[in-house]
């Protein structure tokens, strides 16, 4: 492509992306501690009661059956030493997120179904991490949640110019990927990765948003790229909510490799992931 048609395009993304909303500051502060080795349980949970709406919207997630636990945690500090520090630190993270991918409604790209794509890529995401003993499956997990931002960037920011993306796609059988570097000579993982950036998260989140589609390029957190990769494509196979592709790719050879998917392999974390799915109603179905 020609470089300056790319640079013109980037431009003109940086200009719209000074109205992305920023991430509170509470949850700012959330990702500081947690990252930081002397902070406690009650460091924490002192940051995240600062918020009432957050406060209450993580509890209601960790009570869900998704935890599955057998009795009630009643307030942060205990959620904050059953669950550990990385899985608020994603909570809370996830629920402020979750208000970006509600905007307006006027095309063919439903959220509820967008949102749907991005839960199952996230728990098929930690259930690769964990069949690899990947060192954080709680990451991969929110880099799931998070992988295609870039589409909701497009969706409520150039409205026209995506619905023209997904007619593109859908005429030519093209996947969204390539039509939008057709229309719009970038594509969702650069302005995702914009909007990471931004919004300082860390970086094997990042590298998830980035690199989901092209995991042979990333050098330094492949392992990543490749369960977003892989937990993106699975998904699609198994039409879980829908995000705007009707082309699938194969699963590359390195990703077979990785997660160990032959045919019974897929099998099997396809099944894991339909019961994952079960439980996951709260994610699906998040409070507004
Ligand atoms: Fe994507
Ligand atoms: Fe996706």
Request: glycine share 4%; hydrophobic share 40%.
């Amino acid at each position: 492509m020609d470089p300056k048609e790319q640079e013109e395009a980037i431009n003109k993304i940086l200009g719209k992306l000074k109205a992305l909303p920023t991430l509170s500051i509470v949850v700012a502060k959330v990702i500081q501690v947690v990252s930081n080795p002397l902070t406690s349980a009650s460091d924490l949970s002192r940051i995240i009661t600062v918020d009432q709406a957050l406060t209450a919207k993580v509890l209601r997630l960790a009570n869900s059956a998704f935890y599955g636990f057998p009795f009630r945690i009643k307030n942060i500090t205990q959620a904050v030493s059953i669950l550990g520090f990385d899985t608020i630190r994603n909570l809370a993270l996830t629920v402020s997120v979750y208000k970006v991918f509600t905007g307006e409604n006027e095309s063919d790209f439903s959220h509820q179904d967008f949102w749907k794509h991005c839960v199952g890529v996230a728990i098929c995401a930690s259930l690769l991490a964990k069949k690899i003993k990947y060192r954080s499956p709680e990451g991969a997990f929110t880099a799931g949640l998070l992988h295609d931002i870039g589409k909701n960037f497009f969706e409520q920011f150039m409205h026209k110019e995506y619905r023209d993306v997904m007619k593109l796609a859908k005429e030519r059988n093209i996947s969204v990927y390539e039509a939008e570097m057709e229309v719009m000579k970038i594509d969702h993982t650069i302005v995702g990765k914009m909007m990471a950036e931004k919004w300082n998260l860390p970086h094997e989140l990042t590298v998830g948003i980035a690199s989901h589609h092209h995991p042979e390029q990333e050098t330094q957190e492949n392992v990543m790229a490749h369960i977003i990769n892989v937990a993106d494509i699975i998904c699609k196979k198994k039409a879980i909510g829908f995000s705007g592709d009707y082309v699938i790719m194969p699963i590359s050879k390195e990703g077979r490799e990785l997660f160990s998917l032959n045919e019974a392999g897929e099998t099997e974390l396809m099944n894991d992931l339909d019961k994952e799915l079960k439980e996951a109603e709260a994610f699906v179905n998040m409070p507004q």
